[in-house]
């Protein structure tokens, strides 16, 4: 199609092209509009200056392969394959989008890259969980992204890109002016008035306008009188318009062939690039047979080749020719399709989607099908999983489809609505009615199959159901459907489903309502102990962060011994529960056990992990280890789901408690390791916070604040919001410790209102960094944290003195918490030589203050990167500030942008000693990936002090930040 009427959404593109610099353009506008030419036009732009062009476009399938749109694109680079080797979707998919990030990397030192992506509405989960990641993290190298998309479906990928900066360009209709010379260079002639009321009727979109012509001058009605005017000849004295794609396409392939249409609609329903042999296959005839029959196609515009396949000239074609079938011939050349894929071994996400259209009520296989290819889909794409494992349920019988769970490819044509003369498609529109769907299956098949619908109930689908949609989200519809599959359900199936919904309530930050289902399933009589151990096991971490803490203690112990209890099939040894009053007698031996597989070993190793936190909450530091240490033991006996769990990550929070920073550090190393090659996502923003409370223990406030914000972003990116508070309470401390009071209170702020007002750790942590008085429930875990504090609050906060003398009483031989008690009682010169013997630096800072050694103390303070002690931000200047505090910037509030210690403002001086640390690291030509393993941090920390660095520096790409280094620490000859 002829480039017409987009010079200025060519321009804005090519500016960021040829930039020089990293940038993210998203072209918008409804199909036909002409998107794809203008990302033909810029890729030739981008390759006339010097850019490489990696080109790739989603289909419709993408959403069934993750990691497929991006890997598509970019292929290889620096002979590595983009998502890495062997990677499997459900194994290593998300260590896989690191991989792909540091071979881009590596390309663009080489040769600036764009990465056009066409089609992304498409996009499969994963490629657009890299989009929010990559982008952002290369804004340091070459990398220009351009996308392409239409309005629906929606793509939240993308918002955020936008909302975070990316470029907007939307397509607009062409203008009457724009649409003649359009009609001009198709015809080869000035358009008269017919042409231009054709233009008119076509609304401005280029692809129908141009489908309409070239059908009109093909069939010879279009006319060039001597003066160069076009014009439309008209039958019976008027003009015969199509009515929208689907007619226009129907004008363009009426003079094919049977057969070839035959082809075209193999192809459509396949909705991807096929082979001759796969049509043939669908088809039941022999792929030399169709050879002509393609050739034809192909002669008419409506197939192109791409390789050793074949693909539509344009998906609007596609979605036409599918639209126009029948609903009864849809539905039986899917059914078709997935009997031939399956004999070609093709992977079983693909032969789901056209189970999903294909199969009928009560068809067991299918339904077997489909629960397979959403098992294999969970890791990586969870929410079109749950459209899977949705299908499957209303096959089974069980469930009837609503407008807020309809599932894909139940919409208009995209595109039409923004067309006069629309054309209603069969498919229907997303939440009407599809004839796929709703087809009612005669009762004598009803009857035939209702047992075997039965049995898969029975197996616990509806639970599966909800657990799916709930990890990707979609809470709405997972409480819709767990409220219409409890308690007449059966105890069982209504305790897998409140299972299911209560992991994701609790990961998504609602532990009240968590408590409050599974409360009410827990009271049914006949719940199994399976479930009934696995659902005290996640109601006991609901209990302890809204601050019940001996009810989550009693709930955990419950948990674990009931998890004990079970054999191998599911049963309890001895034939009965195990109350909690069982439970409690003899409970603390659990701690000393060694792990014995057998038994149900995840509700053991979450009772465990809440047992931990609930023993550091109350100071018994030594107990709160040996319950991680089992922890671990048990999930890596166990394997599977149970090691998804990632049980270190509480060890780790035990070393830290007990002042064991280095195995605690590396215990974290060994998570991320993990998350990246189990694919476990939602333990990220657990790790960053863990890491981030640990460096500023150490006395690390720039990585530490650096591991806070990496941890929120992932965390916002993920949609997984529930541990921002905690996250934000970390930034607000090191704000607070640096002197940014305004900083301080805008994080405290903002964590406090996703937090609540409410009882729980996080919240009244959060109050207390404000200036309240903790409660006595939370205070020895706050002294544990700061054993210093203890000093600073014992003339407002009766008993912390005691809390400190007894937590060190009960942890012997724990430094910190000693010289905590120390400095609390006054024997200042004491409490100097623990701290320093031991790992807290901010402790030894404190008591050097008050022993009025300010000289050493601001030392101390500044090689921490802070300027005085974490006064809350409501309260008034302390008493024991450093002298020169307020001329360092004391409650100036340098922003959000974090870095502090070698000074304010911007230039290299402004570096801290952590970004510095990067700095020269990436200046010596390492990546993200390589930077972060020789700083034991994380990439995404990594790339944070990249970013405050970009920004002090005044900089926006890695050579001009190495230039800067060569400049301020020149190579010594």
Not at 19 to 36: D, M, Y
Not at 116 to 129: G, K, P, S, Y
Not at 199 to 213: K, S, W
Not at 939 to 957: C, E, M, Q, W, Y
Request: proline fraction near 5%.
């Amino acid at each position: 199609m002829t480039l017409v009427g987009r010079e200025d959404a060519l321009a804005a593109v090519s500016e960021v092209l040829l930039g020089g610099a990293a940038g993210c353009v998203v072209v918008e506008g409804p199909a036909g509009i002409g998107k794809s030419r203008l990302l033909e036009e810029a890729a030739a732009v981008g390759r006339s200056g010097g850019l490489a062009v990696a080109l790739g476009r989603a289909t419709e399938l993408d959403r069934v392969a993750p990691l497929s749109t991006l890997s598509r694109a970019v292929g290889v680079l620096g002979g590595r394959p983009v998502g890495g080797s062997g990677d499997s979707p459900g194994h290593g998919a998300f260590l896989a989008i690191e991989r792909a990030g540091e071979a881009i990397e590596r390309f663009s030192r080489v040769r600036p890259l764009a990465i056009v992506l066409d089609d992304v509405q498409w996009a499969d989960e994963l490629t657009c969980l890299a989009l929010r990641q990559l982008v952002p993290e290369l804004a340091g190298s070459p990398v220009v992204w351009l996308l392409a998309r239409r309005p629906l479906p929606e793509q939240e990928a993308v918002d955020r890109l936008i909302a975070e900066g990316a470029r907007r360009v939307p397509l607009p209709p062409l203008g009457p002016e724009e649409a003649a010379e359009l009609c001009a260079r198709l015809l080869g002639a000035a358009p008269g008035a017919s042409v231009l009321e054709l233009a008119r009727a076509a609304g401005g979109n280029p692809f129908l306008l141009e489908e309409v012509l070239t059908g009109l001058r093909e069939e010879g009605r279009i006319a060039v009188s001597d003066g160069g005017v076009a014009s439309v000849s008209a039958w019976g004295g008027r003009l015969d318009l199509p009515a929208g794609f689907v007619a226009a396409v129907e004008r363009r392939l009426r003079d094919l062939s049977g057969e070839a249409r035959r082809v075209l609609e193999a192809g459509a329903v396949l909705r991807r690039p096929f082979t001759v042999h796969e049509a043939a296959g669908l088809l039941g005839a022999a792929p030399g047979a169709l050879v002509g029959h393609v050739e034809a196609a192909v002669r008419a515009g409506a197939l192109v080749g791409e390789g050793d396949r074949l693909a539509f000239r344009h998906d609007l074609i596609r979605e036409a020719v599918y639209g126009g079938l029948a609903p009864a011939i849809r539905t039986a050349l899917h059914r078709e399709a997935a009997a031939v894929l399956r004999r070609e071994g093709r992977p079983p996400a693909e032969l789901a989607e056209h189970l999903r259209h294909g199969a009928r009520v009560g068809d067991v296989a299918a339904v077997r099908e489909l629960r397979a290819a959403a098992e294999e889909m969970t890791a990586v794409a969870p929410s079109a999983a749950a459209d899977l494992m949705l299908r499957a349920l209303e096959l089974s019988g069980g469930h009837h489809l609503t407008g807020q769970h309809r599932l894909p490819g139940q919409h208009r044509l995209p595109g039409q609505d923004h067309l006069p003369g629309r054309h209603r498609l069969s498919g229907g529109h997303r939440g009407g009615p599809d004839p796929t769907f709703v087809a009612d299956e005669p009762p004598a098949v009803a009857g035939e199959l209702a047992a075997g619908a039965a049995g898969l109930r029975a197996e616990g689908l509806a639970a599966g159901v909800v657990r799916l949609l709930a990890s990707a989200g979609r809470l709405g519809e997972a409480r819709e459907i767990a409220d219409a599959h409890g308690a007449p359900r059966g105890a069982a199936e209504a305790a897998g489903i409140a299972f299911g919904l209560a992991e994701a309530l609790k990961h998504a930050g609602d532990d009240r309502a968590v408590i409050a289902r599974t409360g009410r399933v827990l009271e049914l009589p006949g719940v199994p102990v399976r479930e009934r151990a696995r659902l005290l096991a996640v109601r006991a971490h609901a209990l302890m962060m809204t601050g019940r803490i001996d009810a989550a203690d009693d709930a955990a112990r419950e948990a674990i011994a009931n998890g004990e209890a079970v054999t191998g099939g599911g049963t309890v040894t001895g034939g009965a529960t195990v109350s909690a009053g069982e439970a409690a007698t003899g409970g603390e031996a659990i701690a000393e056990r060694e792990a014995v597989p057998g038994g149900e070993a995840f509700a053991q190793v979450v009772g465990l992990q809440a047992r931990s936190t609930v023993a550091i909450l109350r100071g018994d530091l030594g107990r709160a280890l040996r319950y991680a240490e089992r922890s671990v033991r048990l999930a890596d006996a166990a394997g599977g789901e149970t090691g998804h769990r990632h049980p270190r990550l509480w060890l780790g929070a035990a070393l830290t408690a007990l002042d064991r920073f280095e195995e605690a550090q590396e215990v974290y190393a060994a998570v991320e390791r993990e998350c990246g090659r189990l694919g476990t996502a939602w333990a990220l923003p657990l790790l960053h916070r863990f890491r981030a409370e640990l460096l500023l223990a150490w006395g690390r406030l720039d990585d530490a604040y650096a591991e806070a914000e990496t941890g929120l972003r992932v965390a916002e990116q993920l949609s997984a919001m529930a541990l921002a508070p905690a996250l934000l309470g970390v930034l607000g401390h090191v704000a607070l410790l640096r002197g940014e009071s305004e900083v301080a209170r805008e994080h405290l702020d903002r964590g406090r209102d996703l937090a609540g007002d409410g009882p729980g750790l996080v919240a009244e942590e959060l109050r207390w960094r404000r200036g309240h008085i903790p409660s006595a429930a939370v205070l020895p875990y706050l002294v544990v944290q700061e054993p210093w504090m203890a000093a600073r609050l014992r003339a407002a906060v009766p008993g912390v003195v005691e809390c400190v003398r007894d937590l060190a009483r009960r942890n012997p031989g724990h430094g910190s918490l000693a010289a905590g008690a120390a400095h609390a009682e006054g024997r200042l010169e004491e409490a100097i030589e623990l701290y320093r013997a031991g790992p807290r630096p901010l402790g030894l800072a404190a008591a050097l203050e008050e022993a009025g050694r300010r000289d050493e103390a601001l030392e101390v303070y500044r090689t921490c990167g802070a300027i005085q002690a974490a006064t809350p931000a409501d309260a008034a200047p302390s008493s024991t500030t450093p002298p020169d505090a307020a001329s360092s910037g004391g409650g100036s509030g340098r922003g959000s942008g974090g870095g502090s210690g070698r000074g304010s403002g911007g230039g290299w001086a402004a570096l801290t000693a952590a970004e510095l640390r990067v700095v020269r690291l990436v200046a010596q030509g390492m990546t993200n990936r390589e930077a972060a393993a020789a700083l034991f941090l994380s990439p995404h920390t990594i790339d944070t002090h990249l970013r405050h660095a970009f920004a002090k520096l005044g900089v926006n790409s890695r050579v001009e930040l190495t230039r800067q280094a060569l400049i301020h620490e020149p190579p010594i000859p």
